[in-house]
């Protein structure tokens, strides 16, 4: 499975978890699995759960300016009025949630929330995505000291700890913004990605499907565009599921790390816990309350639905 | 084995050798280069000059590259930007630290975890069992520095349980002998001190094991359920061996052999827990210098030694846990 | 009195949300002491079931089990499950499809024959492990002491059948299940396990229960065999009976499916058209209908009894007719 000489034990084992991923929903082919697949998912509470959550998230981030009371950047005068370090004021008429540190609506802030860390999240785990698709379908196909460089590469990326990666990434930007965050959360996913792809693909090449297609003499092309991506692809869906809690997460622990956007308008959950969250918890615990409820329900609706769709795909479960 | 472990250290070094190349590419590709980064944007072209000659970058690249391996093997890793004191010296200073809080975070994950899973399993789909998937879906989607937050509001403010922050209170344990709080204590027989390192060891340590322990719980249960499956359970129950027999002789030890992997895995996010962790409980320990030297200036001297240091932990405990895997199952052991 | 008398045996399989699915229905058969009684069928059919229900090896949970198990004076299903233990290993001994799977990975080969003689023969380990060399002797594993500590892994197929066996046969038990034993093997193996097994229970007087597809394994073993289909006995006859005449079509079909030496080598062998789970949708009348080639209209009506006839019993409402002596 790994390149001649392998280098690193460390990965070894996470390589071994991503190989039996691709064992499990890689062999035993094609749309009948899918669609068996997708019929088990309907019918699993587990996933349905997941789905709504995540739906229901979706739904706020695209309306939220419809679902907000008020412009979240905007600072009240009635908020701002007693407004200090020791007391920031609490729900009152208009203001569901009360205010923030700086006199903002919290609750437009929470629902105008959902968009942004979305939006990281989504970015984060495609960039990671799109990379890693791309570098493992390169080892793969190209092979030779490309697919060994590339594989190195990835090894030395699963030695550390992905915050820790990501940690050094940001530190290797002169200064953070919200790019800096996405770009360093995505790029610790790259690695896991690659290995996917071009393990599923090798994997693939020797299957029984993929031998009879070629065994009749169906083109090259053919058999990688219809019958090796579509399959290798349901194993990066289900990883890409499961990326996007993690992503998250690791975004809130940057900001919490003070590496996080400094852009003081933006309302993003991670960004509203690990800064205001937690530099304000004894005086009013709420603005920590709220954006890590908001956290660990949208983590764990992708959480759910990963893991429900991993499940299905699994052959063992098609009875 | 022997043959397994000398090839494992040769991966080690070559994983190394590379990280060190990307670490020296990447201090040299800062802006300015490291000599900015050591002295800021404000130096004069003087100081730059002759600290760019003492540091040996006017020679040519591969000198300096072929210098900068001879000293991340010898140790020297130069001075901190931040306090002057060489790296090394500041980093053994953290490291007891956080190895302490590792170890109790670690203990805690699995003297929890697998128990814990292998009950789940055995209720299999009963409340208890559908009680601990929820627990160990939320531990793994909870910010652990906000649930290190909340434990300290509650447990330390509200009840006045736990000391909020430190590794011990002021006063006691004046005696460093190894540096790990709990251990020097005893040691010196100044009981009181230990206790008291133990008491502030309690809280970090659980919020450090939250993720561990969730995911240790998940990977015993479903492995349990796996190896209950199996056909050699059904061959002891032909045989009609007591229950407690087969759990112990026949489930349990075939059901370990992931988790066991799963615990070398789980160093990687105590390494990144810890970062968090000791942020929130004040531990001072590696996880507080890393955050140091990343927040104003950034200590790249401080930092490229951590980096390595937690790839060198990571792959010595996973190389450990292989031979431990090798102990357990004996397919292995001939392979 | 015969050793095992299984009356009525059913098993339903209840998943949840899914219908119910009987695969047992009524199934009774006796086996007296020292007999080897074959069951035999094809996969599907309710014998591997039957095995498991008769040992109370199926999972606790989603199946329920009627009827009545007499292992001697006791019906094993009344058993507590405590009590059932105490009898498994000892009382009644059984081996399994898949040698591989069937044993331990992870221990030594020694400490499985020796903890079934530790538990139901109260041996030390040391004691145990000796007994255990002479049984794997008996079972004709060359160099015992060294298999001893050895693991599955670095067994042969063959030789971790013959371990199995041992395992089975290490309290003397008076019968023996034998779950589809040779299948998972080579086919030269096959032969020399099955002469094995009937040399261990010819000399040892165990009764053998045969659990098979192959009815190469009933020729050459048992004494009386029941033909299986989808959960019911269709016919039960001694075994020269039962190759010489059968009577339900069903195992008429698969004896002419036998590819034979001495006749019609130029033809094609015969093959019962359709599977197993081409069954009759409604719960009355003939399983085999749809597949049978001698079905009237009585078959899908109303249950078809099984009958006792000479050579045992039969349900059939229109049986291959018996071969009248010219």
Partial sequence: MSGPGGIATLADHKRKRIDELIARTSDAGGVSLIRDAGRRLLRNPTAIVGAVLILLFLIIAIFAPLVAPHDPVQRFPELTKDLTVDNIPGATAGHPLGSDPLGRDFASRMIYGARQTLFVGVLATLIGLLLGVLLGAIAGAVGGWVDVLVMRLTDVMLALPSLLLAITLVALASRSTQWTVIIAVAVVNVPIFARLLRGSMLAQRESDHVLAARALGVRQRHIVLRHMLPNSLTAVIVQATLTFAVAILDAAALSFLGLGDPDINRAEWGLMLGVDGVRYFEVRPELAYFPALAIILVALGFTLLGESIREALDPKNRR | ?335 | ?326
Wanted: proline share 6%.
């Fill in chain 2, 1 to 335: 084995m022997v043959r397994v472990i000398l090839r494992r250290l040769i991966q080690l070094a070559v994983t190394l050798i590379v990280l060190m190349t990307l670490v020296f590419f990447w201090l040299r590709s800062l802006p300015g280069g490291p000599v900015d980064a050591l002295l800021g944007e404000r130096a004069t072209p003087q100081t730059r000059e002759l600290l760019t000659r003492a540091l040996g970058y006017d020679q040519p690249i591969w000198v300096q590259y072929g210098r900068f391996l001879e000293n991340v093997v010898t140790g020297n890793f130069g001075n901190s930007i931040r306090t002057g004191e060489p790296v090394m010296d500041v980093i053994s200073r953290s490291f007891p630290a956080t190895i302490e809080l590792a170890l109790a975070a670690i203990i805690i994950a699995v003297g929890l975890g697998i128990p814990l899973g292998y009950l789940a399993a055995r209720h299999r789909g009963r409340v208890l069992d559908n009680a601990t998937i929820i627990v160990t879906l939320i531990g793994i989607s909870i910010p652990i520095f906000f649930l290190g937050y909340l434990l300290k509001d509650w447990l330390t403010q509200s009840v006045h349980l736990f000391p909020p922050s430190g590794r011990i209170s002021t006063g006691l344990g004046n005696t460093d002998v190894t540096g790990f709080f709990v251990l020097d204590g005893l040691l010196t027989r100044e009981l009181d001190a230990s206790a008291d390192a133990l008491w502030h060891l309690v809280l970090p340590a659980f919020t450090l094991a939250t993720i561990p322990l969730a995911i240790i719980i998940r990977i015993t249960r479903a492995s349990v359920l796996d190896v209950l499956d199996e056909d050699y359970i059904r061959t002891a129950d032909a045989k009609g061996l007591r229950g407690p027999t087969i759990r112990r002789r026949h489930v349990l030890r075939n059901a370990l052999l992931p988790v066991v992997t799963t615990i070398g895995l789980q160093t990687g996010a105590l390494l990144a827990g810890a970062v968090l962790t000791e942020k929130v409980y004040n531990w001072g320990g590696l996880g507080t210098l890393i955050t140091d030297s990343i927040g104003g200036s950034r200590d790249y001297p401080v930092l490229q030694a951590l980096i390595l240091l937690a790839a060198v932990v990571f792959i010595v405990v996973n190389l450990l846990v292989d031979l431990s895997y090798a102990i357990i199952d004996p397919r292995v052991r001939v392979k």
């Fill in chain 3, 1 to 326: 009195m015969p050793l095992l008398d299984v009356r009525d045996l059913s098993v339903v399989f209840q998943r949840k949300g899914t219908a119910p699915v009987k695969a047992v229905d009524g199934v009774s058969f006796t086996v007296e002491p020292g007999q080897t009684v074959g069951l035999v069928g094809e996969s599907g059919c309710g014998k591997s079931v039957t095995s498991l229900a008769i040992m109370g090896l199926l999972p606790r949970r989603g199946n329920k089990v009627t009827g009545e198990v007499m292992f001697e004076e006791t019906d094993l299903l009344t058993l507590r499950p405590q009590e059932l233990r105490d009898r498994r290993g000892r009382d009644i001994g059984m081996i399994f499809q898949d040698p591989l799977s069937s044993l331990n990975p992870v221990i030594p080969l020694g400490v499985q024959v020796a903890e079934v003689l530790e538990r139901h023969q109260g041996r030390t380990r040391q004691a145990a492990l000796k007994q255990a060399r002479e049984l794997l002797d008996a079972v004709g594993i060359p160099d015992p002491a060294r298999r001893l500590k050895e693991f599955p892994h670095q067994l042969s197929g063959g030789m971790r059948q013959r371990a199995l066996i041992a395992i089975a046969l290490a309290c003397k038990p008076r019968l023996l299940i034998a779950d589809e034993p040779t299948t998972a093997l080579d086919v030269t193996i096959q032969a020399q396990i099955l002469t094995l097994l009937k040399e261990l229970v010819d000399d040892s007087g165990t009764a053998l229960v045969m659990i098979t597809h192959d009815l190469g394994v009933v020729a050459g073993l048992c004494d009386t065999v029941n033909v299986l289909y989808a959960g019911k006995v269709v016919e039960r006859a001694g075994r020269h009976q039962l190759f010489r005449e059968p009577r339900h079509p069903y195992t008429d079909g698969l004896l002419q499916s036998v590819p034979r030496l001495d006749v019609d080598r130029g033809g094609r062998l015969h093959q019962i058209r359709g599977s197993v789970s081409d069954n009759i949708p409604w719960p009355e009348g003939c399983a085999f209908a749809p597949r049978c080639d001698r079905v009237i209209d009585d078959c899908i009506g109303d249950t078809v009894p099984l009958e006792p006839t000479r050579a045992g019993a039969l349900r059939c409402t229109n049986p291959v007719p018996r071969e009248v002596p010219v």
